[in-house]
């Protein structure tokens, strides 16, 4: 069985009619008992078990997915992965996180397809120019690449958008990001299930979480569709099914599940080889590798578990794009789609011990946990073989809504995603 | 586009309207003796169901708050009815 990815392997096994491929991961039956589950089998919760197992030595490990892997936002996302936050804890999680995706093809060996293309972020008024200055200030200072762009700069980067006299959204300049860019969403969950099931961890796919197992005031593992599963920590990483679950375990969380759309077009020849987003048109586009314009924006105003997404928000959508860029027009679109993401009030990621002792979060990832896999698994996993916070998770705590030390990354870089 | 029922205006298209929260998360009372916990549940926490909700609307253009019941995964929205006096 040919295991390992290389060119070699690759003609080594189209030599033999590429039958020798061993499957990238097993599904086994569940065991009784593990040391630690996993709830959730999207990017973060693929991480969490691969870090247990990779840094911490923990590999009787089970994550549990109720449909298949990558079937929630980790495989609807728009692959946008940056680091252009605005606070220091902010910065310091997400630039962990774009860090360990710039080694992650060669450590999970396998192809993730990072492309860091650079990501403009535009300004189209006097004001909004004044603020990507703070915020390109904000990133320096706590040690992230960060340039201002004026509009030469668009023109360079841009060179199809519409600067006409007559354009609605005129491009005085922006906040630029080199190392910023995308990533195959797929590949990062089937890369990480990949490697973490060849340490040793047992990858449960069709199996629904439906209680968890409280004895003593702690949680000791999870009833599941496939039977009872005890576990000495569990981890909870369902995204926009947090509180669904939370209320399982008898507490309520701080975030708000709704619908995020994007849609892609027909494919087209190389055009916009950057990633662009305009917070004033409420659009963002980038163009992937088959040519499809990948295009998104802001969340459905109407909190919602319908994976559909309304047409209000797809009109501003587009009506921004095409005014962006004219020649967008004549593009067809090819399908639509929504996930439902769990909204902090700060617009800032939960990770930490949750009220249930033995029950450990990672949510409020929202809009924008795609770009945060690799981070949020790191610090979900230390959580969980240590029992202690990592110093980056830390400010991250569910205490912080208590101590009113909130992170606003909403207000503060005005994030979208 | 869906439409929502302001109980005073009638329906109307979704995008004339404000999401309010949960229905019955009312302010703590009592300032100072209130505890940090509690003021973050009313501030911050939420019930956020899977299903048939009981929530607080407003309707942008007139301006009003209501109730609605709403179920949130078939989006199905009962006519709005407006807050009675010292109701829950
Ligand atoms: C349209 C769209 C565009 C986006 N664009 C970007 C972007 O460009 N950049 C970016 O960084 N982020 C983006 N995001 C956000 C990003 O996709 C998410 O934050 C991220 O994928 C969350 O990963 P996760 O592993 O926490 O959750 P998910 O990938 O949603 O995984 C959670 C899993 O838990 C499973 N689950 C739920 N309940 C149970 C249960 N009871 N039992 C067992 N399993 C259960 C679900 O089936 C699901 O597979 C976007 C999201 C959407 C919807
Ligand atoms: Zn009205």
New binding site residues.
Partial sequence: MTRHYSALSLVKEGLKGQKGWAPAWTSPQPKPRYDMVI???????LATAYYLAKTHGITNVAV????WL????????????RSNYFFPESVRLYDMALKLYEGLSRELNYNIMLSQRGMISLAHTPAEMEMAARVVNAMQINGTDAELFGPGDVKRVLPVYNFGPKARYPALGGVWQGRSGTARHDAVAWGYARAASALGVDILQQ????EFLIEGGRCRGVKTSRGEIRADRVGL?????SSQ?AAKAGFRLPVTSYA???CVSEPVKPILDTVVLSPGAGTYASQSDKGEMVV?GGLDRIPSYGQRGNLPVLETVISGLVEMFPSFRQLKLMRQ???I?DVAPDSSPIIGESPLPGLFL??G?????????PA?GTLLAHLLATGQHHDISRPFDLDRFARGRLIDEAAGSGIA? | MQIFSCPFCGPRPEYEFHFGGDLGNHRPEGFDAVPDQKWADYLYFRNNPKGMAREVWMHLTCGEMFSMTRDTVTMEAAPGEALAEGQP
């Avoid at chain 1, 990483?237 to 099914?241: D, K, P, S």
């Fill in positions: 709830v959730g089998g999207g990017g973060h919760g549990i997915e109720k449909g990558g079937g929630g936002n980790t495989g609807r996302n728009t692959t946008v992965v199996c629904e979480v439906q990483a369902v995204a926009g099914h679950m995020l759309q994007a998104g789609w929504a996930g993401v990672n949510c990832w929202g809009t924008g946990g795609f770009k945060a896999i949020g995603h």
